[in-house]
């Protein structure tokens, strides 16, 4: 079953944060995340693994509550370069990734 | 470093003609997943490898058939075109599943299907 992504679009102003989250109705092993610009491919950003660790890349950070079966994404202090729509991968400890519908992300200077 | 190359970029069928995609990568990477990517969709996984001659069923493989008889190349087929299968396709590979093996998916940059 796909995980449930929220917010499905946000607007903001360059400088502001953002979280997006990405809800299972089953237990997962791991979350991915993804960036991908309009016509592009999808850009890894990064995976957590199970056991509620909090990773981070640049201004853009992440955490996973398996028990909640939940994951956020945050992005600090937002630069024009955030913009694009990100997923949220769920791994039920299969061999493949079940994706997110997106959330669509624009920042505006 | 290529990384996941698809052929073709952009393809216009007729409902009922057939077509092969191909998907080719140079990490050697063992997984390889085919993915189709709809409006208000996110991406939707239609088959998968976990190796050279292996394939599985992703979550909507109808209408769709995949070999790999490399380690580098993955096929996807389509036998008779439907109008539903107007999409967006994507390959992707990683060293290990997705999630276990802690690896990360690259994708091609994809290729722009329509059925008429």
């Known amino acids: 079953q796909q995980p449930v992504q929220s917010p499905q679009a946000v607007i903001l102003r360059e400088g502001e944060d953002a979280v997006i989250n990405c809800s299972s109705s089953k237990a997962l092993y791991s979350v991915h995340w993804y960036r991908q610009k309009h016509g592009e491919a999808p850009i890894f950003l990064m995976i957590?693994?199970?056991?509620?660790e909090q990773k981070g890349h640049d201004k853009i950070s992440a955490s996973f509550n398996e028990k909640k079966q939940q994951s956020s994404l945050y992005l600090t202090a937002s630069q024009l370069s955030y913009s694009g729509t990100y997923f949220c991968?769920?791994?039920?400890?299969?061999?493949?990734?079940?994706f997110g519908g997106g959330t669509r992300l624009m920042v505006k200077p | 470093n290529a990384g996941v190359t698809q052929t073709p970029k952009f393809r216009v069928l007729k409902t009922g003609q057939s077509m092969t995609l191909l998907c080719a990568q140079d990490?050697?990477?063992?997984?390889m997943y085919w993915y189709r990517q709809d409006p208000g969709m996110g991406l939707r996984l239609i088959h998968y490898?976990?190796?050279?001659?292996?394939?599985a069923k992703g979550e909507v493989p109808d209408g769709y058939n995949v070999s790999r008889l490399k380690k580098q190349n993955f096929l996807l087929g389509l036998e008779s075109a439907a109008p539903s299968q107007t999409s967006v396709y994507f390959c992707?590979?990683?060293?290990?599943?997705?999630?276990?093996?802690?690896?990360?998916?690259?994708f091609g940059d994809g290729t722009r299907l329509s059925i008429l």
């Open positions: 957590l693994l199970k056991g509620g």
């Open positions: 992707a590979s990683s060293y290990r599943a997705g999630g276990r093996g802690n690896q990360p998916q690259h």
């Open positions: 990490m050697n990477h063992e997984y």
């Open positions: 490898s976990v190796g050279e001659g292996t394939t």
């Open positions: 991968g769920t791994d039920n400890a299969g061999n493949m990734l079940t």
